[in-house]
């Protein structure tokens, strides 16, 4: 980086970089610096006008730095601003030696040939500016300015010369220096000093987990059984599962690097999960001694824990009105039913044509987690009915027909309560 100085350093090396290339096409050539007047070139005599007509922010590296104060004011770091100078070079001379041509065509063959702004030509600008220019550091620069040349139509050649008030035109070339960067001389906050070196080294493992299902595919995930997590790196070592608030290390015989089945038990997670929507998570903690930010872990996937129901007891009224059923429902739940969880019960009645249905609400447990609630019911139609419960908005999984030889093989047989 360089100081506040940069701008007129870097305008002053190529500077002189001109008037060397002006005296290999004319050898009395001079240089003038800043916009040309109506008396630029008045004598005659061969000169090269230099003139920086504007200055703007580069556009590939305005954003290349983090911001240089933190909220409280203090500074965090230098700030940096990176700028393009445009340049308007114009050359007189005697119209009939062609001399405004000679110079135009030395410079622009050498421009060419050295199309950066190096360290040489720096050192000696600030050398032969040194009362104005010797702080300036922009040799110790790290970035390279480059001398770009810049096209002018005739269109944008009389808007700029309109500028330059009653100046006549001359024979003129544009140029740019690309890249030129300030940074402010303020010194940044001193960092804490270290008080103990610290090296630690963690093994890479990219976790990922793809798919979440249960033993058998489309089948439901149920408590009892087992969850399957597909993916990839779940055979890291010290590698946990973040599971409804729960954290379970998958043993050696339950992981392998793309697989992982965990038995959905309490005495395996050492707690039950309520039925719902939960969230799974592989967490691979930081090595011993390692900072906790080494700590990685998988994107969260959803699944879905559906409940099971079993018909306890039905039609506990001794003495049931005619025509109607009423009594109460006791259903086992697994997992157990958790205080806060909304539990509704689902009848529809086993029937082929215009087949009954009703919803059922529990009364209050005497204490949570319940494994079993009663629903009262009242002025049902009397018939055996299909038993599904929702808890939390998932619906219970209904029991099937397992054998593949029975006529209803895979169609849904159960829970059924006879109401009476």
């Not at 019911?377 to 929702?390: D, F, I, Q, T």
């Amino acid at each position: 980086m360089s100081n506040h100085l940069a701008i007129a350093t870097a305008t002053a090396a190529l500077g002189r970089i001109l008037h060397g290339a002006a005296q290999e096409g004319v050898q009395a050539a001079e240089l003038r610096y800043g916009p040309p007047d109506v008396k630029t070139g008045a004598e005659g005599k061969p000169l090269v006008n230099l003139f920086l007509y504007q200055v703007q922010p580069n556009a590939q590296n305005r954003n290349a730095h983090m911001p240089g104060r933190r909220a409280d004011g203090g500074i965090a770091n230098r700030s940096r601003v990176a700028l393009d100078l445009r340049y308007l070079l114009s050359f007189y001379g005697e119209a009939g030696k062609f001399e405004p041509e000679r110079m135009a065509g030395a410079v622009a063959a050498m421009l060419e040939d050295r199309p950066i702004l190096d360290r040489d030509a720096i050192r000696k600008a600030i050398a032969d500016s040194h009362a104005v220019l010797g702080d300036s550091d922009l040799e110790e620069a790290l970035a390279r300015i480059r001398i770009v040349p810049e096209s002018h139509s005739l269109e944008d050649l009389s808007r700029l010369w309109s500028v330059l008030f009653q100046v006549p035109y001359a024979l003129s070339l544009g140029y740019v220096l690309s890249h030129v960067s300030i940074e402010t001389g303020g010194p940044p906050r001193t960092p804490l000093p270290v008080a103990k070196p610290r090296l630690s080294v963690a093994p890479f493992a990219r976790l990922r987990i793809e798919e979440v299902a249960a033993e058998e595919r489309n089948a439901p995930i149920l408590w009892g059984g087992a969850l399957v997590l597909h993916g990839r790196g779940l055979a890291a070592p010290e590698l946990a599962l973040r599971l409804g608030g729960l954290m379970v290390v998958p043993a050696a015989a339950e992981a392998t690097a793309e697989e992982i089945r965990l038995p959905l038990t309490a005495a395996r997670l050492g707690a039950e999960l309520r039925a719902g929507f939960h969230q799974v998570q592989a967490v691979l903690p930081a090595p011993p001694g390692a900072p906790a930010h080494l700590t990685r872990a998988s994107e969260a996937r959803g699944f879905v824990l559906r409940p099971r129901v079993a018909v306890l007891a039905a039609g506990l009224n001794p003495n049931p009105p005619v025509g109607m059923a009423k009594g109460r429902l006791r259903v086992q739940f697994v997992p157990a039913v958790a205080a806060g969880q909304e539990v509704s019960l689902l009848l529809d009645e086993a029937a082929a044509a215009a087949p009954a249905s009703a919803t059922l609400l529990p009364e209050a447990p005497a204490a949570f987690p319940a494994a079993a609630l009663e629903f009262p019911y009242e002025g049902l139609k009397p018939a055996s009915y299909l038993v599904r419960a929702m808890v939390d908005g998932v619906a219970s999984a209904p029991e099937t027909e397992a054998d593949p030889a029975s006529p209803q093989f895979g169609e849904i047989t159960g829970p059924l309560a006879a109401l009476a």
